[in-house]
């Protein structure tokens, strides 16, 4: 089984930055991949970036891109999101996820097979 677990939230102004953690525990997949996810009230969930473990490449959505920037360490499959240059419309509920595939649709959230908890972005202008 897999846990993810979610830090790094809070409320800061426009313009600034936080760093987003997600520590597994239980089982690992090396060759697997993970996102980061968004949710605002009222909005369906969305994808913000993702890395898959062979080979290190990362993505982004458009609206994150040059701002966010997605790392990790593939032997514990711990992962972090550097967010910088906030903006309100950056405001959500961000969700880490995981999944052991390694190919296919990794901005769906169909594709995973794990989520975090999740944890609150507020960024007020």
């Known amino acids: 089984q897999v846990q993810l677990v979610e830090s790094g939230g809070g409320l800061v102004q426009a313009g600034g930055s936080l760093r987003l953690s997600c520590v597994t525990s239980g089982r690992t997949f090396r060759n697997g991949v993970m996102g980061w996810f968004r949710q605002a009230p009222g909005k369906e969930r969305e994808f913000v970036a993702a890395?898959?473990?062979?080979?290190?490449?990362?993505y982004y959505a458009d609206s994150v891109k040059g701002r966010f920037t997605i790392s990790g360490d593939n032997a514990k499959n711990n992962m972090y999101l550097q967010m910088n240059g906030l903006k309100p419309e950056d405001t959500a509920v961000y969700y880490c996820?995981?999944?052991?595939?390694?190919?296919?649709?990794?901005?769906?959230?169909?594709?995973?097979?794990?989520w975090g908890q999740g944890t609150q972005v507020t960024v007020s202008s």
């Open positions: 890395i898959r473990w062979s080979g290190g490449s990362t």
């Open positions: 996820a995981s999944t052991w595939v390694s190919g296919g649709s990794f901005y769906t959230p169909n594709f995973y097979d794990y």
